[in-house]
């Protein structure tokens, strides 16, 4: 028979072998990491005027993998705005991964409780849920609630305004985008 304190360093070095960490970590440090809980999401800003229809290829020139960023919540919404802020504190817009869904376009879905100022935008990069971090400025989303209008729809935030979103049913020139990517798992 082992004695009893063999017995137990075994069982805890057994335990401490299943209980490894993940850890997750960004491309490099220009990069914030969040954790979302079964994953971690990385989240960073990227400069540049273009047309909010062309603002996604500003984060496929950082990563073939990195897209518009949704928000999973206020702190990531509030973090990032506050790093664009800081960054340069003449920036208006910066365009992000939300846009109106498809089955909120026409004139008949508006009144139809799918299709509210509150429901009817969704996450374009395909991991951020639920509507948390969405942050509408004062009468916003008011894009497109006219008959007949069929827009895209796409939403920037106002950095220098703690974040605040806005809808644009034109191909407004914005100063950047927000990116995301999944965080790299060691
Ligand atoms: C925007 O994208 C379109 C289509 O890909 C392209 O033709 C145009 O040159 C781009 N404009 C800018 C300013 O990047
Ligand atoms: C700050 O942003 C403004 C507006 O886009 C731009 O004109 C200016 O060049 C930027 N300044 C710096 C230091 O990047």
């Known amino acids: 028979m082992l004695p009893i304190f063999l017995i137990s360093l075994f069982i805890s070095s057994t335990n401490s ?3 490894v960490q993940k850890t997750w970590r960004c491309l490099d440090a220009t990069w914030t990491l969040f954790n979302r809980g079964s994953y971690s999401w990385c989240i960073r800003p990227a400069y540049g005027m273009v047309p909010l229809g062309n603002a996604s290829s500003l984060c496929q020139d950082l990563d073939s993998s990195a897209v518009l960023t949704g928000f999973q919540d206020l702190t990531e919404l509030s973090k990032m705005s506050q790093e664009v802020a800081n960054h340069n504190d003449s920036i208006v817009y910066m365009a992000i991964g939300a846009v109106r869904s498809d089955n909120c376009k026409t004139t008949e879905s508006l009144s139809t409780a799918s299709c509210t100022p509150s429901n009817m935008f969704v996450w374009t990069d395909g991991k951020t849920t639920g509507s948390a971090g969405f942050n509408w400025l004062v009468r916003q989303p008011n894009g497109c609630f006219e ?3 069929s827009a895209s729809n796409w939403v920037v935030i106002y950095p220098g305004y703690s974040g ?3 809808d644009f049913w034109e191909d407004w020139l ?3 985008a927000i990116c995301g990517m999944e965080a790299i798992q060691n």
């Open 17 to 19: 072998c299943s209980q």
């Open 174 to 176: 914005v100063n950047g």
């Open 164 to 166: 605040k979103m806005d």
């Open 147 to 149: 008959p007949g209008c």
